[in-house]
């Protein structure tokens, strides 16, 4: 029985899963994040409520558009986080003086706390992965991942 062209085996990309660089990057990612996510979980929080806390507590930013871009999500999803960090006191959003259409977050001591108890997870987890470099390594990684990502759109959906 004659086999249709795509399933010839001649007809099957020279692919190997394990020698890709999307894959070897993807497990990185996810061996990093898990680390990082399993002394977030002990300390009530995500991923995501840990980018906002920096983007408020250290980079000052305070308007909801200016942390989504900064923590690469969409605004429905800094929305969605914002409002359970307030609910949960690591926050607090107040309208715009000059105008109220706006919003201004602001970390409270609670998040404040939190953060710097936080601080410490993060900086080992990235030296975990550093240790396994040397220090020109580290910074030709660093060289070649902003290269990729160069143009990209940024936002992650769904994190």
């Keep these: 029985?004659?086999?249709d062209a795509a399933t010839r085996p001649d007809a099957i990309p020279d692919y190997r899963l394990h020698r890709s660089l999307g894959y070897k990057l993807s497990i990185a990612s996810r061996l990093q994040e898990r680390r990082l996510d399993e002394g977030l979980r002990r300390?009530?929080?995500?991923?995501?409520?840990?980018?906002?806390?920096?983007?408020v507590g250290v980079e000052g930013l305070g308007r909801p558009s200016d942390i989504a871009r900064f923590v690469g999500i969409d605004r429905t999803a800094t929305s969605r986080a914002l409002r359970?960090?307030?609910?949960?006191?690591?926050?607090?959003?107040?309208s715009g003086a000059k105008d109220r259409r706006t919003t201004q977050v602001t970390c409270t001591p609670k998040g404040r706390a939190l953060m710097s108890a936080a601080?410490?997870?993060?900086?080992?987890?990235?030296?975990?992965?550093?240790?396994?470099?040397?220090?020109?390594?580290?910074e030709t990684l660093h060289r070649l991942l902003e290269r990729l990502l160069?143009?990209?759109d940024l936002a992650l959906r769904g994190l």
């Design 1 to 3: 029985m004659p086999q």
């Design 43 to 55: 300390l009530g929080l995500t991923r995501v409520s840990w980018c906002v806390l920096l983007a």
């Design 84 to 94: 359970q960090m307030e609910a949960a006191g690591l926050v607090t959003r107040a």
């Design 119 to 138: 601080a410490p997870l993060a900086v080992a987890n990235n030296a975990a992965m550093e240790a396994k470099l040397t220090a020109e390594e580290c």
């Design 150 to 152: 160069e143009g990209e």
